[in-house]
């Protein structure tokens, strides 16, 4: 990722930045665009020794965000703080499984908060992730910040995970809400399990494909964070979405001639529900027509603003030979 990714228009935070959650695939690529940039960035992740490798030029602080708020040094000089915090919510939804996902997010920007009221010099800003699930399942309707919260296990999350973070605008932070949509990149997220499928020729839409899919490259989503900690105007709800909207048909029929594989395999709706439960529903067959109306009225410029341009930029020249491209149906 170069620095012409950032999106900040040569402006710099006036300080460190933290991040919590920073040994992710998006906490990791945010760290090093903001050292790559001479900043300093304290990483705030469960386990040092295992994320050294990962952040490397960050400070590393331990912190499990659901055993307390943060040490207080992990904010010494810090004018940023980034939240990307929260367990992975692929897989079959246990009760158990439930509350873990609730926990790293609503009980961990909690505790995340608490600790930045008890500090003597406050950072100016919270970044803090949420996600295109507050919107629910909404069929075609078109989704913008505005637009009020869904129903449904994932919309309830992302609600009081965002009141959560709202809390730190009580002590005079600004906060932006980042709700991300589908983030791709060749070795994280979405793309890192659907590749070896696709490559292999048996990929293809899930259910009827008619369910729309927010999706934002990861250049955009690290420049986005950096627009809205260079830019003061920028506070509230933004949707970290790329503005052309897909459906999951579109959208696999784009990654397999990206591939060059076809791509008529089809993920019956029955059996996603039968593996998965309601996962399945809300994650796999959940449609969300999301839009960025709030994020490009900020002045933010996309540069992967069309699918095919993204994951043609993510993967490169790495379809190893042609192969006849089947419509995915």
């Known amino acids: 990722m170069s620095d012409e990714t950032t999106g900040t228009d040569g402006a710099k935070p006036a300080g460190a930045v933290a991040i919590a959650g920073a040994n992710g695939f998006i906490g990791s690529a945010l760290a090093a665009s903001l050292v790559r940039d001479g900043i300093k960035v304290m990483a705030l992740v469960r386990d040092t020794a295992q994320a050294a490798e990962r952040l490397p030029g960050a400070t590393l602080f331990a912190w499990d965000a659901t055993k307390g708020s943060p040490p207080e040094a992990a904010f010494e000089g810090v004018d940023v703080v980034v939240n990307l915090i929260g367990e992975s919510v692929a897989g079959r939804w246990t009760e158990a499984r439930r509350k873990r996902i609730r926990d790293s997010r609503v009980v ?16 100016r800003l919270l970044i803090s992730a949420s996600g295109t699930g507050v919107y629910g ?3 075609d309707q078109i989704l913008t910040e505005s637009t009020e919260a869904g129903k449904g296990f994932l919309a309830e999350l992302a609600r009081d995970w965002e009141a959560e973070a709202n809390r730190a605008a009580e002590m005079g932070l600004r906060v932006v809400l980042l709700r991300n949509g589908v983030v791709l990149a060749k070795h994280g997220g979405i793309l890192r399990k659907l590749l070896p499928p696709f490559r292999l020729g048996i990929g293809g839409r899930v259910g009827s494909g008619t369910q729309w899919l927010p999706w934002i490259h990861l250049d955009d989503e690290i420049g986005l964070i950096r627009h809205a900690i260079a830019h003061e105007g920028v506070t509230g709800a933004v949707n970290a979405v790329a503005p052309e909207p ?9 990654l397999g001639e990206a591939l060059r594989r076809p791509v008529a395999m089809v993920a019956p709706a029955f059996a996603l529900r039968l ?13 969300q027509r999301v839009m960025p109306v709030r994020t490009l009225a900020t002045g933010f410029n996309f540069r992967h603003p069309l699918l095919r341009g993204a994951l043609d930029e993510v993967l490169g020249h790495t379809a190893d030979g042609p192969a006849p491209v089947a419509t995915a149906t």
């Open 137 to 139: 399942d909404r069929g």
């Open 246 to 254: 897909v459906t999951n048909a579109e959208f696999s029929r784009a």
């Open 275 to 287: 593996a998965l439960g309601t996962m399945a529903d809300e994650v796999l067959l959940a449609s």
């Open 108 to 123: 961990g920007t909690r505790a995340l908060v608490d600790g930045l009221r008890g500090l003597a010099s406050k950072p």
